[in-house]
């Protein structure tokens, strides 16, 4: 998710307005997942090995920066939640800056949305209404609730740097002690959650905090001049950038566009997804059957994160094999032409299920 801080907004901030910034934080960042796994999930089994691997490693650090903004909110006392038609996220879904996530397959309009997802300043041109890849699949775009506390349109940096300066005055007006006031036993540790993207922060002050939600920073587009976070990995716009260009950066390069060797970026061998897919697509029985089990394990994986950042860590531990069966249905889904979809495909399409 990208992080570039724009010009400080002030603000009038209390405990209740961080909590709900924080909660709109980890919707936020849940809302990136199924943008990015339609992506990788419509690469055609045997192909596109190094895309898949770069995909699928920006899809786990969103993933660990969703348990970072919950570790913030559970540690000033709140109650993260994911589940349910108020928090599981819609598409096609606008963020604060305006910039819509469609479901898309591995394309180069797709890319061209990650590229913006990640770098507010990137010269991206929204796909039009009319554009044969979205044309008649936006019936409605679904405001991010960061969207609507933020009011005006503003970057996801001005999003985060407001949560980090109102940490910073409620600490200074209330104290440490009475602003972090949660409970240590509701942090999602490293001994609950890795997954190679680096690990959970136990958030206890106002230092873990401000720690936490800087890896956000870091690991999204970090300092786009530098182009490599503290740990020496590329920020996720340069990740993408890769995609783009079909270039890997070597060390020597710069900002600019990668020279390396070539990715391997095939975009012929992808299948053909319909856009922002939902279920009531699907007349064909067989279809929506498959559709309505990707939804259940879905809504089922969602439900084990939240009781996980609600007091119960250890329902994190079956997330890698539930995103595994998660991958197999949805190739079920993908593998499919849709009866008179002028050859486009079914997918995934995200949707909570409460009788999961």
Known sequence: MNATRPAEVKRPVNVKRLQDLLQAAVELELATIPFYLCALYSLRPGSNDETGLII???VVEEMLHMVLAANVLNAIGGEPRVIGAAHVPRYPHELPDGTVLDLLPFCPEGVEEFLKVEN???PHKALDPGHPMVAGRRPKRHLARAAS??????????????ITDGLKGAAAALGERAL???DPARQVTSEYYYAGGGSPLPVTDLASATGALTEIVDQGEGDLASMYDEDGDLGHYYRFNQLKYDRTYLPSDDAGAPTGPQVGVDFGAVYPMIANPRA??????????????VNRTWSRLLSDIEAAFNGRPEALLPAVPAMFKLRDQALVLLANPLPRGDGRHAGPTFEWMADH
Do not use: C, H, K, N
């Not at 506390?149 to 407001?162: D, H, N, R, S, V």
């Open 149 to 162: 506390l933020m009011g005006a349109p503003t970057t996801i940096g001005a999003f985060y740097a407001e």
């Open 56 to 58: 699928r490693s920006v």
């Open 280 to 293: 009531d697509d699907y007349a064909d029985p067989e279809l929506r059957a498959a559709s309505d089990a």
């Open 180 to 182: 972090f006031r949660g």
């Open 120 to 122: 507010p300043q990137y």
